[in-house]
Structures are given as structure tokens and as C-alpha cells.
């Protein structure tokens, strides 16, 4: 293990501020790595809330102040857990100051956005990197290896769903994520990670279709309510430049269903069916199979040969969500020296650029080329983030 250190700051105490200090504190654990990560500070507004993070998560330092941060010659890497409409700015000021930047999906909440935060980082030449982190789960690893090794031919059909309970309960309040520039959409928050692995696996989108719908249009505010300004639940088609159809849907309207997301491709002359609540299996379907073995094979996606398996626990243990984060630090800290991640801010805007699209063909009822987004003139970066 190399004694490099590169100091880490993560802004953002909650849901992804921890996932990702597990990740820096575990990954020394289980990875032999170029250089070592090391949490120095976590920022968030709540002093008290941060300070009882940095507490639990075994970091020394915090502050109320994540500007503060940018000055610090110990902190090489800016790791971006908040809402999504903070992520460009902050992104955009950690990239002036030389810092390599980590950032939460989606990149921003427009496609502008995202554009201006992808100038920021080519313009301060730093390493730059979006949290897809379930790209990293050896068998997506291992999907992905599968269709560029021909394993299922040319594929015709990418279907995906992403189904969340999170939003059925009409007595939840509103908060950052029913606000649009704040929250972005159920299109960014749950599509995003499916998006990046559709132009991941089968490449470029021309145009999309789709449909939206608000079920529950107002949440509770102190003394009152407020407007949901987002879609609850959403439902795409999608034309891939190769002339691949793809389905995606994303809801957070699912009842008695938390986080269940579902990957599947049919090529020419095979199927791989990925579905999360399995998340060490990935099924395949093989044309060239015995008729008399007709059916899909259940492959334990924890071998050594799996892509990121072979840091992980040996197979039959298993591994959950946590390690998807172990093998995104890993990743990160081997990119470290050759200063170029995958997948970038560049690729954190090409997704967003479909979720722009996906958002547009609904609101507008009509198909949209991926063009009328990418080829709009770029607005300024949006508002800062306090
Ligand atoms: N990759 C994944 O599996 C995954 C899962 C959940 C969320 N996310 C993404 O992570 C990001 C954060 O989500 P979360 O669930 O951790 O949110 P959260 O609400 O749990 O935490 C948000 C954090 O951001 C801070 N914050 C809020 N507004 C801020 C502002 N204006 N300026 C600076 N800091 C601010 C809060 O103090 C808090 O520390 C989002 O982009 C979300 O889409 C990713």
C-alpha cells in the first residue's frame, strides 16, 4: 500500500456524504492502491448535524463554510454529496482552485449546467469524475464486458426501471427534492444512473419520447404548502444512433418498492437481464444454448475474473451497495496519477442531456432529437449555492 496521501474534502454530511466516507475508509481495506485517500474534512449549513457526522464517520474535521475548503494546500480532491442544483457551482469553484472534483449524479439540473461545469474542469485541466457508482457492481461490470465481447450479438432492445416508494406518502414535506433547479427531476434522479449505463453499453441516443405525471402536487412547508414543481414518476422511449429501441422507466410513486431497478438487453442472438435486488447475479440468455437447456443462466457475478470482483469479498459472501462505493474510491485513486476518470463531468452532461430530452418530450407531448438540446445555445452556470 503506497503512503501518497491525497486529502479528501466531502461536501455534504447526509445520505451520500456518508456512503461516500464508507468508501474512502474502506477501500484501504480491501484495495491495494497507487496512492491512499484521506477524509480531512466534511462541510454542511447544520454545525451541530455536521459535527455529529464527522463524529460518526471518523473524519477530524468539519465546517459550516465549504468555501473554506478550496484554500486548503491538504486537500487535493473536492467530493461534491449535495443537493443536485449545488453541484455545478460548487464544482465550478473547487476546478478554479485546483482541486479534482468527484461529484455526485446528476452532474447539474439542466444540461446547460452540465456544460459549464464540463468547461470548468477542462478549463483548470483536473481530474474529474460522477458518481455512477453502480457501474461499479461486478455484474454490471460484467454486463457491460459481456455486450463488447459479442456475448449476445448486436443489441436490439435496452429496457430499464428504476421503482422507489420514496414519493407515495403525501404527508412527506417538501424539501430540496420536489424543488426543480434544486432537486432536478425523477427523470435525473433515478434515470441517471440507468442513462449512463444505456449510452455505456449501447451507445449514442438520437431521440426520446415520453410521458410525466405529479401525483401528489402539493407538500406540506412550515405555516403552509408548496407546489411539487417535479414529476413523481416518469416513462421514456428512446431511438439509440445504432437503431436500438430502449424502455426506460424511473418512479418514486411505487408502493412496497424501495430501491428495485432492473437492467435488460436483447441482441441478436442473446439476453442479459440484470434486476438490483439480486445484485451478485446477472442472468443470460444464450441463443447458441441446447434447445433442451432452453432458459436463462444464472451467473454468479463474484468470481475473480469479474470485472472489480477480485477485490472483493470471496465468492459465495456477496456484496451490497457499500462496495459499489469501495470500487468507485479504488478506481479513482488508480486513476489518480493519469488524472482522467471514467465516466467524467463529460459524461455526467450526456446523460443530462437526455434527461433534458426525456423532460421536454414530455412536457411538449412529441419526440425530441438529442440535437435540440446539445446544439442550444449554453446559458451562464446556475445560482450558487449558499
Ligand atoms: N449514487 C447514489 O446511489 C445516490 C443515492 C442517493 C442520492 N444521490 C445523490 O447524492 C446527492 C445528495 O443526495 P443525499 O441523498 O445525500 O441528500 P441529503 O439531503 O441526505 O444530504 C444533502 C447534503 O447537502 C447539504 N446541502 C443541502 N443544500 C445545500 C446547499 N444549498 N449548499 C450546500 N450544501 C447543501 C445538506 O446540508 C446535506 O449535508 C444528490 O445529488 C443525489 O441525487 C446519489
Redesign the pocket.
Known amino acids: 500500500m503506497s503512503t501518497r496521501e491525497i486529502g479528501v474534502a466531502i461536501?455534504?454530511?447526509?445520505?451520500?456524504?456518508r456512503?461516500h466516507s464508507f468508501g474512502y475508509a474502506a477501500t484501504p481495506v480491501m484495495a491495494a492502491l497507487p496512492v491512499r485517500p484521506v477524509v480531512r474534512v466534511i462541510t454542511?449549513?447544520?454545525a451541530e448535524k455536521?459535527a455529529a457526522a464527522a463524529r460518526a464517520y471518523g473524519i477530524p474535521e468539519w465546517t459550516t463554510d465549504?468555501r473554506s475548503v478550496l484554500d486548503r494546500p491538504d486537500i487535493d480532491l473536492v467530493d461534491i454529496?449535495?443537493?443536485?442544483g449545488?453541484?455545478a457551482a460548487i464544482a465550478a469553484s473547487a476546478a478554479a482552485a485546483g482541486k479534482a472534483v468527484m461529484c455526485?449524479?446528476?452532474l447539474a439540473t439542466s444540461y446547460a449546467e452540465a456544460r459549464a461545469a464540463v468547461a470548468a474542469v477542462d478549463e483548470a485541466g483536473v481530474l474529474n469524475a460522477i458518481?455512477f457508482?453502480y457501474r461499479r457492481l461486478p455484474a454490471i461490470g460484467l454486463m457491460k464486458r459481456m455486450v463488447d465481447d459479442g456475448a449476445i450479438g448486436d443489441v436490439r432492445l435496452w429496457r430499464a426501471t428504476w421503482l422507489s416508494d420514496e414519493f407515495t406518502d403525501p404527508s412527506v414535506p417538501f424539501d430540496?427534492r420536489f424543488e426543480r433547479w434544486q432537486g432536478g427531476t425523477t427523470i435525473a434522479?433515478l434515470g441517471a444512473?440507468l442513462l449512463d449505463m444505456a449510452l455505456w453499453m449501447v451507445g449514442p441516443i438520437a431521440e426520446v419520447a415520453a410521458q410525466s405525471s405529479t401525483f401528489i402536487r402539493q407538500r406540506s412547508v412550515p405555516g403552509g404548502s408548496r407546489n411539487v414543481e417535479i414529476d413523481d414518476a416518469s416513462a421514456g422511449l428512446i431511438t439509440f444512433t445504432s437503431g436500438a429501441q430502449g424502455r426506460i422507466e424511473m418512479a418514486r410513486s411505487a408502493v412496497r418498492r424501495p430501491c428495485d431497478f432492473t437492467v435488460e438487453l436483447n441482441g441478436s442472438h442473446g439476453t442479459l437481464f440484470f434486476d438490483y435486488a439480486r445484485l451478485n447475479e446477472l442472468w443470460f440468455g444464450d441463443g447458441a444454448d441446447r434447445m433442451d437447456l432452453y432458459g436463462m443462466r444464472r451467473i454468479r457475478a463474484e468470481h475473480p475474473t469479474h470485472p472489480h470482483a477480485s477485490q472483493l469479498w470471496p465468492i459465495g459472501q456477496g456484496i451490497g451497495y457499500g462496495e459499489s462505493f469501495v470500487d468507485q474510491v479504488a478506481d479513482l485513486m488508480h486513476a489518480w496519477d493519469a488524472g482522467r476518470f471514467d465516466p467524467d463531468f463529460a459524461q455526467g452532461a450526456r446523460v443530462q442531456a437526455v434527461c433534458d430530452a426525456l423532460e421536454l418530450a414530455a412536457r411538449d407531448r412529441r419526440w425530441v432529437r438529442l440535437t435540440e438540446i446539445t446544439e442550444a445555445a449554453v446559458a451562464p452556470i446556475g445560482r450558487p449555492?449558499?
Open positions: 461536501i455534504g454530511y447526509g445520505g451520500m456524504g456512503a454542511g449549513r447544520d455536521v465549504w454529496c449535495t443537493p443536485p449545488t453541484h455526485e449524479k446528476p458518481g457508482n430540496w434522479d444512473h449555492a449558499d
